[in-house]
């Protein structure tokens, strides 16, 4: 009896022994050679876009709307510089984060490949992601009351179907180019349409859009005048 008890015990250390040098052999993996889109994605855009692209407080990266109108360059410049001002931290090392070229990369072939859709548009023309034209807040402000005010209210402050859009705690918290894309893209999940959905059988320009976001431009308050502790998170 004695000798089958010591048997066990050298097998049970035999196998100790053989799963940690199983689980050595297992090298850790550097946090700048992780490659995986999944991991990459919900380490590092998930808290912000949502964890699988959508439902979160920024754009919906998972929009194949959004991904018809922003090229691999723009997603790639906005990822890795960043958007001055704004929530948008930069992510590239040679920005001040903590990604590399590859991994950025990875993440916009990532969503790329997995969340657009080719036919999204069918036979319709998006805006163009960025403006050709400045726009005019006087006209702006027309456009708004047409294709915005029946949702956001006539001053913008709020209706019955969305919240205000001039609030200052949001305005100074995104860029122009920021709004334009929510204007041509939508909120899907907030229920608020694309370019093509605020009035029925007409679209918005290109050219009333850069209106509308150059009136709401106009909105933003005077930042030197604003407590840091007015806007969530200070300016950053």
Known sequence: MKHLLMLAALLTTAACGVRERAQGDVPAVAPDQVMDFAALYAQNCSGCHGPSGRGGAAVELADPVYLSIAGDAAITRVTSAGVPGTAMPAFAQSSGGM???????????????????????????????????????????????????????????????ASSIVDPSYLPLISDQGLRTAIIVGRPDLGAPDWRGDVSGRPMTPQEISDVVAWLAAQRPNLSNVSALQIPGGIR
Do not use: E, K, N
């Open 99 to 161: 990604l590399t070229d590859r991994q950025i990369g990875a993440i916009v072939r990532g969503m790329r490949s997995q969340w657009a859709r080719p036919d999204v548009l069918a036979a319709a023309v998006a805006p163009p992601y960025a403006a050709s034209q400045p726009g005019d807040p006087r006209r702006g402000r027309a456009a708004f009351a047409t294709f915005c005010s029946s949702c956001h209210g006539s001053d913008g402050r709020g209706g019955t179907r």
